[in-house]
């Protein structure tokens, strides 16, 4: 009787570790602050509180930069320091933050157009 226990709480333990739930996906995360850094392969990004900096990579020909509406683009070349942005970020790949789209501000956070 007692040998019947010991397998079937074996089963049950067994059974529970592999129906464990899937972690859930990766959501996009959002960080908005000010540009500290800009380089050809990262970009490093400051709070709006300056409390925290947060540094993420850039794939090579990254072309997401866009003006919070979405309808102007911006190249690389027009990022400068304390410009204010908004990062989509996710850390799929390799475990490591890496911006997916980049999304250039006025300095009260509204969308900045360009003429």
């Given at each position: 009787?007692?040998?019947?226990?010991?397998?079937?709480?074996?089963?049950?333990?067994?059974?529970?570790?592999?129906?464990?739930?899937?972690?859930?996906?990766?959501?996009?995360?959002?960080?908005?602050?000010?540009?500290?850094?800009?380089?050809?392969?990262?970009?490093?990004?400051?709070?709006?509180?300056?409390?925290?900096?947060?540094?993420?990579?850039i794939v090579?020909?990254?072309n997401q930069?866009?003006?919070?509406?979405?309808?102007?683009?911006?190249?690389m070349t027009?990022?400068?320091?304390?410009?204010?942005?908004?990062?989509?970020?996710?850390?799929?790949?390799?475990?490591?933050?890496?911006?997916?789209?980049?999304?250039?501000?006025?300095?009260?956070?509204?969308?900045?157009?360009?003429?």
């Open positions: 009787m007692l040998r019947r226990a010991a397998i079937t709480l074996i089963a049950l333990t067994a059974l529970t570790m592999l129906a464990r739930p899937l972690p859930a996906a990766a959501v996009d995360k959002i960080w908005t602050g000010y540009l500290v850094h800009v380089s050809t392969d990262n970009i490093k990004v400051i709070n709006i509180d300056g409390t925290q900096t947060l540094s993420f990579l090579p020909k990254f930069i866009f003006s919070d509406d979405g309808k102007t683009t911006y190249q027009n990022l400068r320091r304390n410009l204010l942005v908004k990062v989509y970020f996710d850390q799929n790949l390799l475990g490591a933050r890496h911006a997916d789209k980049i999304y250039v501000l006025n300095s009260v956070g509204e969308v900045l157009h360009r003429s």
